[in-house]
């Protein structure tokens, strides 16, 4: 239940992630999270300027989210069949024209175009960099590789939204943009020279290629796990600042350190999930027991969240739930890239796809509730206690599929230097 890795640690390497091999690569991770969310704090500005409502200034935030959840499986699957390279570079100069053309963006119609190009390079780019990552290290070491790009999405939410605000009120909200871009220049090059080394993976390109996780028995049990997690995780949090501001009557700039506190946890939980699981892998067990142990986690420290006092005590529940939040992304999309390499992408695809879907459930189910708190809880906790409980089934297929693999036949691999440091 391994990835067949191209390209291994040479001998007597140190046990770290090759840093110097994704530079580029994760500085476009960091970008893309950066990016993703980067209107939210700017809609004010952005609709004065353009001279239309708050409201229709919001659509560019929605065209990038479905955009990107409605094409990524499509383009997942173009980079499982022409390979990591192509796809990654094509993501990452969509993503700089999106960007470029954002920044000069006179109205609302040619912003759209430019959230849509955006979200297009980024559904491109994305998936191709989880495959390439997994496929480019020892398998001791792809955890800790998938958790540091987990954790720069999430400090890209963390430092460069608040950056791309501060950027804004000083110098407007286009050279928000332009710095994102400038950015991806430099990102171009990076990946063109980290990801030559790939091969084009030869999967067939067609409908049947797209839906083809879900038709897999382990893969589909691992995404309608995602769906319930983040629909309890993203319904939860999209009502997160409500409940504070109504129950501890914060303001706006004190929410925003309650995002850091967001930012950080998820940062750390994969950083965390990584080397455990790296670890968990090093000594023949497998980590997918960690999957409903992070969904009661992130579930019990939604609802202390929700009804928890004072208000030390709700922040640190906060802070549990997406340590909770940022291990059980890491833990899956580790989980996914291993069980079936061929289909890396599109299944990574599928997972960001599913994370959207969830977080779309998940807020509606909140906003029935005539009461947000409680909204908050039943479906934060409620919705993660089903992920877990979901989860068994899959904890034991993957045990089972992982002790019938250790009794085939090994793989040679060929030790080759990739700029560990």
């Known amino acids: 239940m391994s990835i067949d890795h191209a390209q291994v640690k040479p001998a007597g390497a140190p046990d770290r992630v090759p840093w110097r091999s994704f530079a580029g690569i994760y500085l476009v991770v960091f970008l893309i999270g950066t990016e993703t969310f980067l209107v939210s704090p700017l ?104 958790g540091v790009g987990l954790a720069l999405f999430s400090a890209g939410q963390v430092l460069g939204i608040p950056i791309a605000g501060l950027v804004a009120d000083v110098s407007g909200w286009r050279v928000a943009f332009w710095v994102i871009a400038a950015a991806s220049v430099i990102t171009v090059p990076l990946v063109y020279r980290e990801t030559r080394g790939s091969k084009p993976r030869g999967a067939t390109l067609n409908l049947g290629s797209v839906f083809s996780v879900w038709s897999d028995k382990l893969l589909r049990q691992a995404l309608i796990v995602v769906l319930f997690l983040q629909a309890a995780n993203l319904g939860a949090y999209t009502f997160l600042g409500v409940v504070l501001h109504d129950r501890f009557g914060l303001s706006v700039g004190e929410l925003g350190l309650i995002g850091v506190l967001v930012g950080i946890g998820g940062a750390v939980g994969a950083l965390l999930a990584g080397r455990i699981g790296d670890e968990a892998r090093a000594n023949g067990r497998q980590d997918t027991f960690w999957i409903p142990i992070w969904s009661v986690l992130l579930g019990v420290a939604a609802v202390v969240a929700a009804f928890g006092a004072p208000l030390v005590v709700a922040a640190a529940a906060i802070v549990i739930w997406f340590v909770a939040s940022g291990a059980f992304g890491s833990n899956v999309q580790t989980l996914l890239l291993n069980l079936r390499p061929a289909l890396g992408a599109t299944s990574s695809s599928w997972n960001s796809a599913v994370l959207y879907a969830g977080a779309a ?61």
Request: aromatic share 4%; glycine share 12%.
């Open 43 to 146: 809609l004010p500005t952005i609709a004065e300027s353009i001279q239309v409502s708050e409201t229709a200034a919001a659509i560019t935030v929605t065209a990038y989210t479905l955009v990107y959840a409605i094409t990524a499986p499509f383009l997942g699957a173009v980079s499982d069949r022409f390979g990591r390279q192509p796809t990654v570079v094509a993501g990452a100069v969509l993503f700089l024209l999106g960007n470029v053309l954002a920044a000069l963006a006179g109205n609302l119609e040619v912003l759209i175009l430019a959230r849509v190009i955006g979200a297009l390079g980024a559904g491109l780019a994305g998936p191709s960099i989880w495959a390439h990552i997994a496929e480019s290290v020892p398998e001791r070491l792809v955890g800790r590789a998938i």
């Open 361 to 421: 459930g998940g807020v509606a189910l909140v906003g029935l509730f005539p009461h947000v708190d409680v909204g908050v809880a039943v479906v934060g906790g409620g919705l993660a206690l089903i992920a877990a409980v979901l989860s068994l089934p899959l904890l034991t297929a993957v045990t089972r599929q992982a002790a019938a693999s250790s009794e085939a036949p090994g793989r040679a691999t060929e030790e080759v230097d990739h700029g560990y440091v």
